[in-house]
């Protein structure tokens, strides 16, 4: 391991240190159980020597918004590192259903009927169940995916009951105009309705918020990578 290798390494440490610290007081404030909130660490556009440190340090939850470039690097990866669950956060278009199926553990994204039946239709030929969340636009945001709340509740019923699809929760992302903690408070409560237990909500700027809010995952990038380059 070379000297940029190990203060690389280090610095990567020090972030998640900073990041499960922080969880734990915002789970023990909120009288939470804090190994009840998974760390999902956003890899999109980063660079493989981070998520390298990220993986030497022991962390194996990661998330990516493009299968593309996921299939890039988390092949060769998840071969060396056979725990790491991988999960797609980000938008999904159908015809990427297939390679999605194949490459990641968890689908986040779930966000439309079509998608919803041609994920159910991939997953049964690839023998594959993969965990799904629902994708809720709290915000209602036309240029954001996501179903609206009020449609929310039949959704839920027609990918878990009708197509099968292992629904374990919800996540959404808030608008960035907006305080998160009634999207959040709005997420959960679609969730307890509807029995589900999961919710993917809190990025690095909002993250603890989500925790008081009930977040099982939080997802983020920023804090613990640092900034990523942008396309």
């Known amino acids: ?15 998640f240190d900073d990041i499960r610290a922080r969880i734990q007081k915002a789970a023990e404030k909120w009288q939470r159980d804090a190994a009840a909130v998974d760390l999902i660490a956003v890899s999109k556009r980063q660079p493989v020597e981070l998520i390298e ?11 990516e918004n493009r299968v593309q470039e996921a299939a890039g690097k988390w092949p060769a990866l998840k071969q060396q590192f056979p725990d790491i669950e991988l999960h797609l956060i980000g938008p999904l278009q159908t015809n990427k259903a297939k390679d999605a199926v194949a490459l990641f553990d968890v689908i986040e994204t779930v966000d439309r009927p079509k998608l919803a039946r041609v994920l159910a239709r991939e997953m049964a030929e690839a023998g594959r169940a993969l965990p799904v969340y629902i994708q809720v636009n709290t ?3 036309p240029q954001k995916a996501g179903v609206f709340p009020e449609d929310a509740d039949a959704f839920i019923t027609e990918c878990r009951d009708n197509l099968g699809l292992d629904v374990v929760g919800l996540m959404c992302i808030p608008p960035v105009e907006e305080q998160p903690a009634p999207h959040f408070a709005l997420l959960a409560k679609i969730a307890a309705r509807n029995g589900l237990s999961r919710l993917s909500m809190g990025m690095s700027a909002d993250f ?12 983020v990038g920023t804090a613990l990578f ?3 380059d942008e396309l």
């Open 1 to 15: 391991m070379t000297g940029d290798d190990t203060g690389i390494a280090r610095d990567i440490a020090a972030n």
């Open 53 to 63: 440190a990220a993986l030497g340090y022991g962390h194996r939850h990661f998330g």
């Open 139 to 141: 915000g209602k945001e």
């Open 208 to 219: 603890e918020t989500a925790v008081q809010f009930g977040a099982t995952s939080v997802r």
């Open 226 to 228: 640092g900034a990523r």
